[in-house]
């Protein structure tokens, strides 16, 4: 167990609704980082916050948008799905944003968009 | 581009026969190299980081080493419940802190 938590385990869900996934992350880690596994892509890097503030962006779609609360848990919103965002969705946290340190995920939100 | 692929895409060995997973890199500067183990259905668990070429980690039957341009993980006398994927990520100088990963290396071990 790695103290990342992530809710819901599962989600099944229509085109064109949204979703938002929950994340919190390990006591006393100030960074989140959200990702995207599909099986032909592997894992993607979405987006990142430290402390409440964005970092750094990946190949976030501009359908998905994502904030961290100052109680540091962090969500992920997903609007006007598709098909193809089906995938399963990790969290991960680590105690800064420094470089070399060590990213602990979730267990991951199983998306399935019918 | 940074890319990070890694080989074999899958390897099926005979519990207690050793072997090695690579991972090689193409990276404009790396900052951290990263092994995680993840197990069907489950989040990545975190391994080992490697920072420069030459640094050597170990844990329990596992041994991670790195060179400039690849990294090998060397798995000494298998057991079954070492069958999983294992996933190569790097950090880069001009990719913030996020991680790029490899596709992983699907690894069963048959007792």
Known sequence: DSGVTQTPKHLITATGQRVTLRCSPRSGDLSVYWYQQSLDQGLQFLIQYYNGEERAKGNILERFSAQQFPDLHSELNLSSLELGDSALYFCASSVEAGWGTAQYFGPGTRLTVL | ?111
């Not at chain 2, 519990?15 to 990276?27: A, D, K, R, W």
């Not at chain 2, 690849?70 to 057991?79: D, G, N, Q, R, V």
């Open chain 2, 1 to 111: 581009e940074d890319q990070v692929t890694q080989s074999p895409e899958a390897l099926r060995l005979q519990e207690g026969e050793s072997s090695s997973l690579n991972c090689s890199y193409t990276v404009s500067g790396l900052r951290g190299l990263f092994w995680y183990r993840q197990d069907p259905g489950k989040g990545p668990e975190f391994l080992f980081t490697l920072y420069s070429a030459g640094e050597e980690k170990e844990k329990e039957r596992l041994k991670a080493t790195l060179t400039k341009k690849e990294s090998f993980l060397h798995i000494t006398a298998p057991k079954p419940e070492d069958s999983a994927t294992y996933l190569c990520a790097v950090q880069v100088v001009q990719g913030a802190q996020k991680l790029v990963f490899g596709q992983g290396t699907r690894l069963t071990i048959n007792p």
